[in-house]
């Protein structure tokens, strides 16, 4: 047998023989959280029991964490006089798993406010963030079952060692409390509360130091992309069942340096269009949503307690003039 063939194929044998060895330690594993699953956990629950709590005839707000630091829920309930959840959650979840997670807490009359990362909406499937992995294996291994065979692949191999490794210190450490994970303070209403300028740490200002311009309005976004095509079939549900959806746009933490770029105006343009033609319609202007640095709490889509204030009278507004209240 030829040395490089027989070279070849035992690695390909013992790539196999290893990929099966991993599936089959990562089953064994399901359902036992790393950190990171742990504290993301805790913002699903949060929202989750809100949820099944609600009424009919309530406003959601859906997305990433962007809402969670983006909205007051409260307050627009007072003002609205309507019941209102803030239901973001974490930008790394793909909107598949979103709307797997909630959609079924949604009922005729509910009117429900997307205001989605704009990486949400390029999400292509190719491989799924590490967030979302750490939440599927140690919660929701259910999930993978609507997943096709490649898929799954994609998860096992996206899995780290370092968060198998916490995984195991986790399960097996009887001294360790998951209690003791920092968590978020969230109400009765889903908003986060610790998010006040004062309790602004150096480890959150060196975040925000590290922001970037955001790729998706540098680099421009079309509609043939996945996050576009599941929203067409969440309208289509929605639709079905009398859930009003309306789309919105993400913070933003705006630099002069994007005004280089094209698609900076373009692909927000494309967003908004895509709502009006397909949902119930589109609220706030692109502007809006634009705030400088002093305003966010520790990332890009977190604003602080003074930016979730304007954020939130803006929506109030532009809700009353949508909804003729």
């Known amino acids: 047998m030829n040395t490089k063939f027989q070279t070849f194929l035992y ?97 005729e009359g509910d009117i429900v406010i997307m205001p989605l990362e704009y990486n949400i909406y390029k999400q292509n499937g190719s491989k799924p963030s590490r967030s979302m992995v750490n939440i599927v294996h140690g919660y929701y291994p259910k ?23 916490d995984l195991l210190y986790i399960k097996y450490n009887p001294a360790f409390d998951q209690k003791f994970i920092q968590k978020w303070f969230i109400n009765n209403h889903g908003d986060i509360v610790n998010n006040h300028k004062s309790q602004q740490s150096d480890q959150h200002k060196l975040m925000l130091s590290k922001v970037n311009l955001n790729k998706v309005l540098t680099n421009g976004l079309d509609k043939s992309c996945q996050g576009f095509t599941r929203l067409k079939k969440f ?14 746009y993400p913070n933003l933490c ?7 770029y094209p698609s900076f105006h373009e692909t927000p343009k494309k967003i908004k269009s895509f709502f009006e033609e397909h949902a119930f319609g589109f609220v706030g202007k692109f502007k809006d949503s634009h705030f400088t640095n002093d305003y966010f709490f520790d990332t890009e889509n977190h604003l602080n307690h003074e930016g979730v204030k304007i954020r939130t009278d803006n929506l109030i507004i532009n809700l009353k003039t949508l909804l003729v209240l």
């Open 235 to 248: 309208f289509h549900q929605a639709n079905s069942k009398g859930v009003k959806v309306v789309g919105a």
């Open 11 to 107: 690695f390909i044998v013992g790539s196999a023989l290893g990929f099966l060895i991993w599936s089959y330690t990562l089953f064994s594993t399901e359902k036992n959280p790393c950190s990171e699953a742990v504290f993301n956990q805790h913002i699903i629950e949060s929202k989750i029991s809100i949820l099944k709590q609600a009424k009919k005839n309530k406003i959601v707000v859906l997305s990433g964490s962007n809402a969670l630091f983006g909205f007051n829920a409260r307050t627009i309930e007072k003002e609205l006089k309507i019941q209102t959840i803030n239901c973001g959650i974490h930008a790394g979840f793909n909107l598949d798993f979103l709307l797997w997670l909630t959609n079924n807490y949604f009922t």
């Open 143 to 165: 999930y993978k079952e609507k997943l096709s065979f490649i898929e799954r692949m994609k998860f096992n191999l996206t899995y780290s060692y370092k968060d198998f490794a």
């Open 254 to 260: 705006y630099w002069v340096d994007y005004e280089n």
